[in-house]
């Protein structure tokens, strides 16, 4: 995943302590991302420490008695470490100065930034329950963590801690004796797109290591995260039965600053399609209509390759 065009390692990817790793948070209500009214902070601490959840909660919320040792970060509001300011996706640079902050993507969908690159240079601004604490990033070890959100979901509501983990890791370093071949079978499964409607286009890729000699210990370790890398999707229109407009026309080129791409662990890739922006796309005057025949077309890179796909095709009706 990119962050304002800075690469970032899912937290399920199995990322390794020098690494950036995107912690990212889906706020759902009713079946639909929806931005709740506060995100205070988001603070880490150590799993082992903390097995079960009233070390870390008081009732709902994350409690007053957390010590300043137990506290490895803290992230605050992206505009301004030290809290009370807009979450601003534009702030984040990959830089000490802006590496702290949560970020807002899409509606419901927010991140914030572990930066194992920066390492202790990063810090963050601690101010739960009157406190003034600048934290100095410690999460810089192999092993199990927990982000620990602290919203308020509704306005008129309380404000209530939601407990997710991560895991860091070793820096995998495999030592071949020949080059990985990779065979990689692509699937889109996404056939059908109503008109105004604002869906995922699913793409599987199942991924194989052709070469008869590597062990499957080896093989099993390239399961566990996802080699795509700089994934970008083109869109065309198809234009049939037309004799004076272009067979196809660019609707979205590759772009690798797309937010709305996203690699699961199992290398499924995902490319948010907003339909509803057709009616005013700027090529839309060589279009045999908007509904009708699209192609879709993916491109990434696995070690020294970079691949271009088939084109997938799909209808919008």
Same mark, same amino acid.
């Given at each position: 995943? $990119?962050?304002?065009?800075?690469?970032?390692?899912?937290?399920?990817?199995?990322?390794?302590?020098?690494?950036?790793?995107?912690?990212?948070?889906?706020?759902?209500?009713?079946?639909?991302?929806?931005?709740?009214?506060? !995100?205070?902070?988001?603070?880490?601490?150590?799993? =082992?420490?903390?097995?079960?959840?009233? #070390?870390?909660?008081?009732?709902? *919320?994350?409690? &007053? &008695?957390?010590?300043?040792?137990?506290?490895?970060?803290?992230? #605050?509001?992206?505009?301004?470490?030290?809290?009370?300011?807009?979450?601003?996706?534009?702030?984040?640079?990959? #830089? *000490?100065?802006?590496?702290?902050?949560?970020?807002?993507?899409?509606?419901?969908?927010?991140?914030?930034?572990?930066?194992?690159?920066?390492?202790?240079?990063?810090?963050?601004?601690?101010?739960?329950?009157?406190?003034?604490?600048?934290?100095?990033?410690?999460?810089?070890?192999?092993?199990?963590?927990?982000?620990?959100?602290?919203?308020?979901?509704?306005?008129?509501?309380?404000?209530?801690?939601?407990?997710?983990?991560?895991?860091?890791?070793?820096?995998?370093?495999?030592?071949?004796?020949?080059?990985?071949?990779?065979?990689? $079978? #692509?699937?889109?499964?996404?056939?059908?797109? &109503?008109? =105004? =409607? *604002?869906?995922?286009?699913?793409?599987?890729? %199942?991924?194989?290591?052709?070469?008869?000699?590597?062990?499957?210990?080896?093989?099993?370790?390239?399961?566990?995260?996802?080699?795509?890398?700089?994934?970008? *999707?083109?869109?065309?229109? !198809?234009?049939?039965?037309?004799?004076?407009?272009?067979?196809?026309?660019?609707? $979205?080129?590759?772009?690798?600053?797309?937010?709305?791409?996203?690699?699961?662990?199992?290398?499924?890739?995902?490319?948010?399609?907003?339909?509803? %922006?057709?009616?005013?796309?700027?090529?839309?005057?060589?279009? &045999?209509?908007?509904?009708?025949?699209?192609?879709?077309?993916?491109?990434?890179?696995?070690?020294?390759?970079?691949?271009?796909?088939?084109?997938?095709?799909?209808?919008?009706?």
């Amino acid at each position: 995943m $990119q962050l304002n065009g800075v690469n970032l390692v899912d937290r399920n990817n199995r990322p390794t302590v020098l690494s950036r790793v995107g912690l990212v948070a889906y706020f759902i209500n009713d079946g639909i991302f929806q931005d709740p009214i506060d !995100i205070s902070g988001v603070t880490i601490v150590r799993r =082992s420490d903390n097995l079960t959840p009233n #070390t870390v909660m008081d009732a709902n *919320v994350l409690t &007053s &008695s957390l010590t300043e040792d137990q506290i490895l970060m803290h992230f #605050t509001a992206s505009a301004n470490e030290g809290g009370g300011a807009a979450l601003r996706l534009d702030k984040y640079q990959g #830089t *000490v100065n802006t590496a702290s902050g949560i970020f807002r993507t899409n509606p419901g969908t927010y991140v914030c930034v572990h930066d194992g690159i920066l390492g202790a240079s990063v810090s963050g601004f601690y101010d739960f329950y009157g406190s003034s604490l600048t934290i100095q990033n410690s999460v810089d070890a192999v092993g199990e963590y927990l982000d620990i959100w602290t919203v308020k979901l509704t306005e008129g509501s309380n404000y209530v801690s939601i407990i997710n983990n991560f895991e860091l890791f070793d820096d995998t370093f495999v030592v071949l004796t020949e080059p990985p071949v990779f065979n990689v $079978q #692509t699937r889109l499964t996404t056939k059908h797109i &109503s008109l =105004s =409607s *604002v869906e995922n286009l699913r793409f599987t890729n %199942t991924i194989t290591i052709a070469n008869r000699d590597i062990d499957n210990s080896i093989k099993n370790i390239f399961k566990e995260s996802s080699i795509l890398q700089n994934v970008q *999707v083109k869109i065309e229109k !198809i234009n049939e039965d037309s004799t004076t407009l272009p067979n196809f026309v660019t609707v $979205q080129d590759y772009t690798t600053a797309d937010l709305g791409i996203r690699v699961t662990s199992d290398n499924t890739v995902l490319y948010k399609f907003d339909t509803t %922006t057709l009616i005013n796309h700027p090529n839309i005057a060589l279009f &045999s209509g908007i509904t009708g025949t699209y192609r879709a077309t993916l491109k990434y890179s696995i070690f020294d390759e970079t691949i271009i796909t088939q084109p997938y095709y799909f209808t919008i009706s």
